[in-house]
């Protein structure tokens, strides 16, 4: 099959509203795997907080593993998993920063302890104890008091460009429907295909 008819980021959509529907906990919650410039793979899950037609963007302290890993090689990998819906969807492509003014308006969106969290952990870092992210909770909390909490400049956001978007859903004896589209150059829109189970 071979057809420019469709838009992935159309059909993701309309997933992702039937799995806000079903799923329990986080539909938009998603493996986010990343890599050392050695080549060595990491994954850990993240929270997708914006999708467009650019692609799909989750925030984090730039200064944490995966944050490291993004800016040395700036290539991801997405795999969200619904298991209500018996659904998954795999993105693949480079990654960019998203601008000040994405991360500023997200940060500000944020309840006022997450945006103290976003100061007080130094992420992916060896924590003493328990005791000292609480210590810097609370002496951040007393720096900023009842006033404004800024995005810290080591905070901020990625957005995954994607140049390949596989749909699978489950179907029986493991004959599974798998649609992957391939972005082409620019200007010429997504091809997709039927790949084997």
Known sequence: ??????????????WMAEATKSEPNDPNAVCLATSTPEGRPSARMVLLKGVDPRGFVFYTNLESRKGGELLANPFAALCFHWK??????????????VSDA???????SRARGSRIGAWASRQSRPLEGRWAL????????????????????????????????????DMPFRLH??????RGSEGEGWRVEALYP
């Not at 909390?141 to 994607?162: N, Y």
């Open 134 to 169: 609480e210590r810097a909770v609370a002496e951040h909390t007393l720096k900023f008091g009842i006033g404004e909490i800024p995005r810290p400049e080591f905070w901020s956001g990625f957005r995954v460009l994607p140049q390949r978007i596989e749909f699978w859903r």
């Open 177 to 182: 429907d798998r649609q992957v589209f391939h």
């Open 1 to 14: 099959m071979d057809s420019t008819a469709e838009d992935p980021f159309d059909r993701f959509a309309a």
């Open 102 to 108: 994405e991360a500023d308006a997200y940060y500000a």
């Open 84 to 97: 209500s819906l018996q659904r998954s969807v795999r993105v693949e492509g480079p990654v960019e920063r």
